[in-house]
């Protein structure tokens, strides 16, 4: 049974390492860790995020705040995660009840 933590460390291997990243075709601006500057400043105050920090927010974005962690099936509550982070936690919910007719 994946953990909270190995969800959140599998997103982070998918969106991205601590190297510093700045496409000018992304709006978000800086990235790291898949934490942009833009939808992020607090965590980029000192001009890095850390791996705790990147940790702390896909954990309280991605997981607590949907309720995401309340899914008891590991699977679905893994991809409900790596949906919320792509699309947002909202859609991620409305395409899930879209599929369950509710």
Do not use: C
Request: net charge negative; proline share 5%; glycine share 8%.
């Amino acid at each position: 049974m994946p953990t909270i933590n190995d969800i959140v460390s599998d997103v982070i291997k998918r969106e991205g390492d601590a190297t510093v990243t700045n496409d000018p075709a992304d709006g978000g601006g800086r990235t790291q860790y898949g934490i942009s500057e833009r939808s992020n400043p607090d965590a980029w105050a000192d001009g890095r995020v850390t791996e705790e920090e990147a940790r702390a927010i896909y954990e309280a974005k991605y997981v607590t705040y949907p309720k995401f962690h309340l899914v008891q099936d590991d699977h679905l509550r893994a991809h409900l995660v790596d949906f919320g982070v792509n699309s947002g936690p909202a859609v991620a919910i409305s395409k899930l009840q879209a599929i369950l007719g509710v």
